[in-house]
């Protein structure tokens, strides 16, 4: 019994592995923006809090945002490689997202900013590819008008 692999069905794999980053790191645009909107909501709305201690208590949520950029920017810097670090991204995000989405009336201080934290980081590090793959591998004199096209792409 002999196994082969033929270089079709590598491709397939690999244009599925695309389709799927692409596909989650477009709907972390839209999960950034909702999280960012509606987790101070809940900490004022559900928790009583003040819109400063709502404020801080987003802070864990921002700055592992801000972590993840940074640690996708270095790696890719690095590696040269963008499709790893938006597939884990994506999955962390997907994690992350998910603990939020249970978080209930009695939640504790630790749920919630264990949730933060794993989201932010997960979106921090795919958010922020495909400017940092635009920027990076084009040629220096077509990064801005690169960067125009990606802006307006978005």
């Known amino acids: 019994m002999s196994f082969s692999v033929s270089?079709?069905?590598?491709?397939?794999?690999?244009h599925f592995l695309q389709r799927l980053t692409n596909y989650?790191?477009?709907?972390?645009?839209?999960?950034?923006?909702?999280v960012m909107f509606y987790l101070p909501i809940y900490f004022q709305s559900i928790h009583g809090q003040s819109a400063v201690t709502s404020g801080v208590n987003t802070l864990p949520f921002l700055a592992f945002f801000a972590l993840g950029a940074m640690v996708s920017g270095?790696?890719?810097g690095k590696t040269r490689y963008t499709q790893p670090?938006?597939?884990?991204?994506?999955?962390?995000?997907?994690?992350?997202?998910?603990l939020i989405y249970?978080?209930?009336?009695?939640?504790?201080?630790a749920k919630y900013i264990g949730a933060e934290v794993l989201f932010g980081f997960g979106i921090g590090l795919c958010?922020?590819?495909?400017?940092?793959?635009?920027?990076?591998?084009?040629?220096?004199?077509?990064?801005?008008?690169?960067?125009?096209i990606m802006v307006s792409k978005y």
Do not use: W
Request: contains cysteine; glycine residues 8%.
């Open 7 to 14: 270089c079709k069905s590598l491709t397939d794999v690999h």
């Open 24 to 34: 989650f790191t477009s709907r972390s645009y839209a999960a950034l923006y909702q």
């Open 74 to 76: 270095g790696a890719i």
């Open 85 to 98: 670090y938006e597939l884990a991204g994506a999955l962390i995000m997907t994690a992350g997202m998910a």
């Open 102 to 109: 249970i978080l209930d009336v009695d939640s504790p201080k």
């Open 127 to 148: 958010n922020q590819v495909p400017m940092t793959a635009v920027q990076g591998f084009s040629i220096p004199d077509e990064v801005a008008s690169a960067t125009g």
